[in-house]
């Protein structure tokens, strides 16, 4: 009989820890959330390649969205789509 779930490693080496606080710090902020009401679910829409929009489309039924950035936008990062 093994012993499962009687051991916890929680160390992480510096490698580690400056990859994962340099991919968090990247990644923050960078999606909103939509929820899209043609199918009550609710998904991330993450930056195209260009950074110019978020674009994405409902997993259920692939309607599509695209926010713009722009300068003049908005600081909201919920929306709901019809």
Known sequence: MTDKG???DLSSGDEF??????????AAGQFLGVHFQC????????PNA????Y?????????P????IGEEGTCAR?????
């Open 50 to 53: 260009e950074r110019t929009a």
């Open 65 to 68: 969205v695209k926010f713009l």
């Open 6 to 8: 009687q051991h916890l």
């Open 17 to 26: 820890s400056s990859a994962q606080q340099a991919g968090s710090s990247a």
């Open 78 to 82: 919920f929306f709901s789509a019809r």
């Open 39 to 46: 199918c009550d679910v609710y998904v991330r829409v993450y």
């Open 55 to 63: 674009q994405g489309n409902c997993p259920r039924c692939a309607r």
